[in-house]
């Protein structure tokens, strides 16, 4: 069964850096797509950023330069660092898989908050 | 990386159908047939119910179906259910830096 499951959310001042971790089971997080997306309060859900299986990695805009997605074979685990955190980074972010056989977010995690606030 | 359009909200009776809409650029919903739809209770991680334009993953309800014309595409919900009252997003591959985009979102209201 395809698992995912995030932690490292929490409350972290305007500036600060938090790094989210996602680890999986199931399937093989190198072998696939990964993503994550975020859900702002009262908001719609947002793209954030997808590694491929090659490794190339790409960002939306918003957290260009300051977010960095990675994995770890050996752990079969995603990570998302977050830094130079700004108040409308505040979301729940989910990590999830993109399925190339099926051209979507086939399997999310159960989301992290995180609230960026003074 | 404008979002896709969709209507804020729609509502139904239990039984009725509706159709949500999720509008895009040639770049992205008529560019491609690269388009999902998602579910989303409240507190819940969303949930893949179509893929690729009209595909159904396993287990979703046949009671769920999209398509596509031109730029914008729909998702469709017959036999409303209570169960059925969600947000709904649609989301389209628009390029290699921006493999996912997604619509503003749509609050179905089952009346």
């Known amino acids: 069964e395809v698992q995912l499951v995030e932690s490292g959310g929490g409350l972290i001042q305007p500036g600060g850096s938090l790094r989210l971790s996602c680890a999986a089971s199931?399937?093989?997080?190198?072998?696939?797509?990964m993503s994550w997306v975020r859900r702002a309060p009262g908001k719609g859900l947002e793209w954030v950023s997808l590694i491929y299986s090659t490794g190339s990695t790409y960002y939306a805009d918003s957290v260009k330069g300051r977010f960095t997605i990675s994995r770890d074979t050996s752990r079969n685990t995603l990570f998302l660092q977050m830094n130079s955190l700004r108040a409308e980074d505040t979301a729940v972010y989910y990590c999830a898989r993109y399925s190339v056989l099926m051209t979507g977010l086939d399997n999310w995690g159960q989301g992290a908050l995180v609230t960026v606030s003074s | 990386q404008s979002a896709l359009t969709q209507p804020a909200s729609v509502s139904g009776s239990p039984g009725q159908s509706i159709t949500i809409s999720c509008t895009g650029t040639s770049n992205d919903v008529g560019g491609h047939n690269f388009v999902s739809w998602y579910q989303q209770h409240p507190d819940k991680a969303p949930k893949l119910l179509i893929h690729d334009v009209s595909d159904r993953p396993s287990g979703v309800s046949f009671r769920f179906s999209g398509s596509k014309s031109g730029n914008t595409a729909s998702l469709t919900i017959s036999g409303l259910q209570a169960e059925d009252e969600a947000d709904y997003f649609c989301?389209?591959?628009?390029?290699?830096?921006?493999?996912?985009?997604f619509g503003g979102g749509t609050k179905l209201t089952v009346l």
């Open positions: 989301a389209s591959y628009r390029d290699t830096n921006t493999p996912v985009i």
């Open positions: 199931g399937f093989t997080v190198s072998n696939n797509y």
